[in-house]
């Protein structure tokens, strides 16, 4: 079987407005690859960004890959969410990224987004701190067979510098460039 081996860290979130923000994350692929080692999902803790604009997260990513085909590669899918001091906590912003199809070192800018509010009660609800609207099926965010009926407006971006390794994929008859 071919392998990726995917090695990095989920750096920050630039350009939220909230000053409380976590990431969970989570590996999305195909019906042909597994995981062999790592974690196919997980969370940061909580960063503030009061004085800046961005919040540093650092989160590592060590996750081997196992493959039969390319069909279904795999994408990263974030979701940023706010806390209040009630450590009540609502989503900001939604996003994915494909992997990279080449080895090395990426650095990766995921820009996210977030439902608009719909009412003036949602728009108030949103700025003071009562949380904001969100999505009751996640995977509209990486699949996008219904995201068109959504009204959104852009949330911030998370930076990702990850490190591809790939192994076993000439055997197969795939060659990258």
Same mark, same amino acid.
């Given at each position: 079987?071919?392998?990726?081996?995917?090695?990095?860290?989920?750096?920050?979130?630039?350009?939220? &407005?909230?000053?409380?923000?976590?990431?969970?994350?989570?590996?999305?692929?195909?019906?042909?690859?597994?995981?062999?080692?790592?974690?196919?999902?997980?969370?940061?803790?909580?960063?503030?960004?009061?004085?800046?604009?961005?919040?540093?997260?650092?989160?590592? +990513?060590?996750? &081997?890959?196992?493959?039969?085909?390319?069909?279904?590669?795999?994408?990263? &899918? +974030?979701?940023?969410?706010?806390?209040?001091?009630?450590?009540?906590?609502?989503?900001?912003?939604?996003?994915?990224?494909?992997?990279?199809?080449?080895?090395?070192? &990426?650095?990766?800018?995921?820009?996210?987004?977030?439902?608009?509010?719909?009412?003036?009660?949602?728009?108030?609800?949103?700025?003071?701190?009562?949380?904001? *609207?969100?999505?009751?099926?996640?995977?509209?965010?990486?699949?996008?067979?219904?995201?068109?009926? +959504?009204?959104?407006?852009?949330?911030?971006?998370?930076?990702?510098?990850?490190? *591809?390794?790939?192994?076993?994929?000439?055997?197969?008859?795939?060659?990258?460039?």
């Amino acid at each position: 079987m071919a392998e990726v081996y995917v090695i990095g860290q989920i750096l920050k979130a630039v350009d939220f &407005h909230e000053p409380h923000i976590f990431c969970k994350w989570s590996l999305q692929s195909g019906t042909a690859w597994r995981i062999t080692q790592g974690e196919a999902q997980g969370q940061t803790f909580v960063s503030g960004n009061r004085l800046e604009s961005s919040s540093d997260f650092c989160q590592p +990513l060590d996750i &081997h890959l196992a493959t039969a085909s390319v069909q279904g590669w795999p994408k990263l &899918h +974030l979701e940023i969410h706010a806390v209040n001091v009630l450590n009540k906590s609502w989503p900001v912003g939604y996003g994915f990224v494909h992997l990279p199809s080449k080895p090395g070192l &990426h650095r990766l800018e995921v820009l996210t987004w977030k439902i608009a509010p719909r009412s003036w009660y949602d728009n108030l609800r949103e700025k003071f701190g009562g949380g904001g *609207l969100a999505l009751c099926k996640e995977d509209l965010i990486f699949t996008g067979l219904e995201r068109y009926k +959504l009204q959104t407006r852009s949330s911030g971006k998370v930076i990702i510098d990850i490190n *591809l390794i790939f192994r076993n994929f000439a055997k197969f008859g795939i060659e990258f460039k």
